[in-house]
C-alpha cells in the first residue's frame, strides 16, 4: 500500500480526472462503488449513483488524530476486503494528518496539520482514534506539547463532522475501564457541537469507515444512526441472528470448554461466554481481513466489543452473566442463588417447627382452662 | 351457622402430638366469607403455573444443562424451550392485564388501594404482625379478614417483581428484531440499566428471587392455615374463608352484610335465595 503523499491531486481537480489522471478504470471505480453500495444496505444498483455523485467531489481533506489507543484501527482501516478498495478509499480523500500514515514526523507536520485545518476551515471531516485523558491535566496523551483535549477541540473547531472511529474515540474502551486511571473519555464527552458517528468496534471493521466516508461524501451528510450513534446500514442487526453457528443454539448444541469436542464441532459458544446475543454489529457479513474470517467462524466467542464500555458490561467475556463492580457475580450469582433459597427452605423449617413447638405448648395451657373461658377470646386469627 | 372447629361439633379426631387439635377459633361461631372473586383466583393459579415453568426453562436459557447432538437440523431443544418461555411469559402477561383491570373492578380486598396500606394503623398492624411472627403468637396478630400489612406488601412486592421480569424480559425478546416495536418500547431499559447484560443479569437475579419467594409463600399459607383454621389455602381455590362471627374485624364491618350473603353449608347459593 502506498501512502497518500505518493499522489499529487491538483487543487480544484475532481475525483473523476484525478483517477483518470491516475490509471484508474472506470469499470473499477464504479465496482468499488457498488461494493459501498452494498455495505451501505442500498442494493448494488445504487453503485452507479454512488459513482455519479463521487466523480464531482473535490477532494475533501480527513484530519485524522490519533489519541490515547493502540493504532489497531488505523491496522483495521488498512485491511479493508479489498485492498484497492483501501487505496481508493485514500485516493477519495486527501488525509492531511495522520501518524501512522504520514511520510513526515515533527514540527513540519504538525504546521502542514495547521494549514490543512484553515485552508478547509469547516468543511473537513475529522476522524478521531483513541480516547481522550482528562485527569492530571491530560498529560496521559501529550502529541507536540499539547495534550489530547486540547488537540480535539481545536480540530473540532473546524470540522464538518466527526467520526470517532473505535471503542476508545466513543466510550473510552479499555483505558476507561474500571478504575478508569487516566480519566479517559470519548469525544462525544468533550465535543458537543458538532455531528458525531460512532464507528464502534474494538476496533471497527475497515469497510464500515470506508463506507462512512462515502457515505458522507456522496450524500453529504453522515449516515441514519442507532440509539448508540451508530451508523444503522452496519450496527442494525445483532451477532446472534446473523450467526453461522446459529443452528446450534437452537438445536441446544453448546461448547462447554474450548478444547472439547463440542468446540471442534463448531458448536454455539453461548456456554462459553459468547455475548452475541447482545451485540449489534455487522462482523459475520463483513469479517475481517479481507473477509477471511471472523471471530465465531474461528472458535472464539464475540466479547462485545461494538457495545458500549464493553470492558466493564461485557466482561467476563467467558462468562453468562456481567460483573457489577468488580464482583464476580458470573461466579457466584447461581451459588448465591441457591445458598439464600436453601437458607431460606431452613429458615422456613426453623420457623415452623418453632411454630408448632409454640402451639403444642399453648395448646395444653388452654386446654386446662373451661371451654367457655375467656382466653378463647385472645386466640385471633 | 355452624362451627366448623373440632372441638364445637364434638367430633373426634385423630391428633397425632397435638397437632391435629384446632387453636385459634375452635369455638364460637363462625361464618363463611367469599373474598377472593374468580379473576382473582384464576389469575393466581395461572401466574404460578407461568412462574414455574419460566423458572424451569428459564435457567435453561441462562445455562444450557441439557444437548443434543448430531446434526443441528435434527434438533430445536433451545428453540422449543425459549418458544415455551416466551408463551408462558405472554400468558402471564394477560394474567397481568386481568389482574390490573380487577385493580379497579374489584373488591375492597382486590382494588388498588388495597395494594398500599399506607396509614399509621396499616403500619402498626405490620409491626403486630412481624412480631408475632417473630414471637410465634399467632393470637397477637392483627384481627383482619384480608390480608395483613405485611403479607399485602409482600405481595404488592411480587407484582412489582413480575413487572421488572416482564420488562426485562421483553427487552432481551425484544433484540431479535431489532427496530420493531418491542425493540423500541423497551430501548429504554439497557440505557436506565448500563447496556443489555446487566439487564440480562437483572432477570436473573430476579429468577432466584422468585424462586425464593415462592419458598416463603407457601410456608406462610400453609403456616396460616394450621394455626388460624379459618381455610385460607382454600380461600384461593374456593374464594372464601371463615371468619368469627364473635368479634368484631378491623377491616370489614360482618354486621353491614347480610348473613344469607355468604355461601354457608346451608346456604350453599346465597344469590339465588335472596
Ligand atoms: S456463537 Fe454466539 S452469536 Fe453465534 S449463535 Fe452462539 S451465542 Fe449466538
Ligand atoms: S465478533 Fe464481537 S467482539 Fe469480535 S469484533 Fe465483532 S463485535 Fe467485536
Known sequence: ?381 | MTAPGGAATGRRRINLFGLGRPLSRERGNFTWVYLWSAPIRATHWIAAACVVVLIVTGFYIGRPYFMTSGEASAHFLMGRVRFIHFTAAAVLIMAGIVRVYWLFAGNQFERLPALFPVTPKNVHNMLRTAGAYLTFRPDKQPSLVGHDPLQQYAYTGLYFMALVMVVTGSTMYGQSNPGGIIFRAFAWVPLLLGGLQRVRLLHHVLAWAFIIYVVIHVYFTIRSDYVERVGRVSSIITGGRYISTDEPYEDYDINQVPAHQWPTPEHPNPKKEA
Not at chain 1, 467531489?57 to 489519541?67: A, D, E, F, T, Y
Not at chain 1, 471493521?205 to 452496519?234: C, K, N, Q, S, W
Request: glycine share 10%; net charge neutral; aromatic share 8%.
Open chain 1, 1 to 381: 500500500m502506498m501512502t497518500p503523499s505518493a499522489y499529487a491531486w491538483t487543487e480544484g481537480e475532481t475525483l473523476a480526472q484525478h483517477f483518470e489522471s491516475r490509471g484508474v478504470s472506470r469499470r473499477d471505480f464504479v465496482k468499488f462503488c457498488s461494493e459501498i453500495a452494498v455495505a451501505l444496505g442500498l442494493g448494488i444498483a445504487a453503485g452507479p449513483r454512488i459513482a455519479r455523485a463521487l466523480e464531482s467531489v473535490k477532494r475533501p481533506s480527513v484530519i485524522w488524530l490519533q489519541l490515547q489507543e493502540c493504532t489497531g484501527c488505523v491496522e483495521s482501516v488498512l485491511r479493508t476486503a479489498d485492498p484497492t478498495i483501501g487505496d481508493l478509499l485514500l485516493d477519495l480523500i486527501s488525509l492531511d494528518y495522520n501518524h501512522t500514515l504520514m511520510a513526515g514526523a515533527g514540527a513540519a507536520v504538525e504546521r502542514a496539520k495547521q494549514s490543512a485545518m484553515a485552508a478547509n476551515k469547516g468543511k473537513y471531516v475529522l476522524v478521531v482514534t483513541g480516547s481522550i485523558p482528562t485527569k492530571e491535566g491530560g498529560i496521559y496523551t501529550v502529541v507536540g506539547g499539547r495534550t489530547a483535549e486540547d488537540l480535539v477541540k481545536e480540530a473540532a473547531e473546524g470540522a464538518a463532522a466527526i467520526l470517532a472511529v473505535g471503542a476508545c474515540a466513543h466510550w473510552g474502551s479499555v483505558q476507561a475501564a474500571r478504575p478508569n486511571p487516566t480519566g479517559a473519555v470519548g469525544v462525544r464527552d468533550i465535543i458537543k457541537n458538532r455531528p458525531i458517528v460512532n464507528i464502534a468496534g474494538c476496533p471497527p471493521i475497515g469497510d464500515v469507515i470506508t463506507a462512512t466516508i462515502v457515505h458522507y461524501l456522496t450524500f453529504g451528510r453522515l449516515p441514519a444512526v442507532d440509539r448508540e450513534g451508530r451508523p444503522l446500514f452496519a450496527y442494525r442487526e445483532r451477532i446472534h441472528d446473523q450467526c453461522s453457528r446459529r443452528a446450534h443454539f437452537d438445536a441446544g448444541q453448546f461448547v462447554e470448554s474450548f478444547d472439547d469436542d463440542s468446540a471442534r464441532k463448531g458448536w454455539c459458544l453461548y456456554s462459553v461466554g459468547c455475548k452475541g446475543p447482545a451485540t449489534f454489529s455487522p462482523c459475520p457479513i463483513f469479517q475481517w481481513n479481507t473477509r477471511t474470517n471472523w471471530p465465531i467462524g474461528a472458535g472464539h466467542p464475540c466479547i462485545g466489543c461494538t457495545e458500549p464500555n464493553f470492558w466493564d458490561t461485557m466482561t467476563p467475556f467467558y462468562g453468562r452473566l456481567p460483573n457489577v463492580g468488580g464482583f464476580p457475580v458470573e461466579q457466584r450469582v447461581d451459588t448465591i442463588g441457591a445458598a439464600l433459597a436453601i437458607g431460606a427452605a431452613a429458615g422456613v423449617a426453623a420457623h415452623a417447627a418453632a411454630t408448632v413447638f409454640t402451639q403444642i405448648r399453648r395448646r395444653k395451657a388452654t386446654h386446662q382452662v373451661p371451654e367457655t373461658g375467656p382466653e378463647t377470646e385472645n386466640d385471633d386469627g
